[in-house]
């Protein structure tokens, strides 16, 4: 198995500029999570998806953050414009999420997002 | 998501030493995560606890959660330069997503 791959491992643009992020989660898991990490707020949970669906986006810093998941093996988080603080490790995680329990997350590698 | 304090933040211990790392609520928690994160790496899960007073074991690692379910802690025994990381907990609720705490970036001096 590949694991959670994310794309690209690192990403630079200046400010203004739309960011993509990919992410594709382990075949056969049904939940999937973008999650931001930088060093003031440590590991943030932006947005989470079952079956494909938005559950909550309670996370999302605010309207220039948008996620989308088209199909059971890919989904985006797109910036757009990008700024400065933006700037973080964005994280893809999958699991396989049973009724009544919380399996276990399995993270891409990342990607390093710096806004100029 | 629900909220945990974890602590201590920081840690920094000589090769051999012990370490522990506790992730406390002020609510009743359903079940809790632990993940580990090397240097310039990615989470990486340990363990899932559920039970109410239930202790697991992974080698050096010894895993507990409270008898009321509102703590957790993570205790490492001999600590090896392999241990070196962060140590988060991940408390997960009802709704089925999983917030995680700040963290403990533990540094083992050879």
């Known amino acids: 198995d590949a694991g959670v791959i994310q794309s690209p491992r690192h990403e630079v643009t200046e400010m203004g500029q739309e960011v993509t992020l990919r992410c594709k989660p382990i075949s056969g898991h049904n939940s999937l999570f973008w999650y931001r990490q930088t060093m003031m707020r440590g590991l943030e949970l932006l947005i989470y998806?079952?079956?494909?669906?938005?559950?909550?986006d309670s996370g999302m810093p605010e309207d220039r953050f948008s996620a989308k998941m088209p199909n059971a093996s890919f989904s985006t988080l797109k910036i757009q414009p990008s700024e400065p603080r933006d700037s973080a490790v964005y994280f893809c995680?999958?699991?396989?999420?049973?009724?009544?329990?919380?399996?276990?997350?399995?993270f891409g590698s990342g990607t390093q997002l710096s806004v100029l | 998501g629900q909220q945990v304090m974890q602590i201590p933040q920081y840690q920094h211990v000589q090769e051999g030493e012990d370490f522990t790392t506790y992730c406390n609520s002020s609510?009743?928690?359903?079940?809790i995560q632990w993940y580990k994160q090397r240097p310039g790496g990615h989470p990486v899960f340990l363990i899932q606890l559920v039970k109410s007073g239930e202790v697991k074991k992974q080698k050096r690692l010894t895993f507990q959660f409270g008898e009321a379910k509102k703590n957790s802690s993570l205790h490492i025994t001999a600590t090896q330069t392999t241990d070196v990381g962060t140590y988060f907990c991940?408390?997960?609720?009802?709704?089925?997503?999983?917030?995680f705490g700040s963290g403990t970036q533990l540094t083992v001096l050879p």
């Open positions: 991940a408390p997960s609720g009802s709704a089925r997503q999983l917030t």
């Open positions: 998806f079952n079956n494909n669906v938005p559950i909550d």
């Open positions: 609510t009743t928690l359903s079940n």
């Open positions: 995680a999958s699991s396989l999420t049973r009724t009544g329990t919380n399996e276990k997350l399995f």
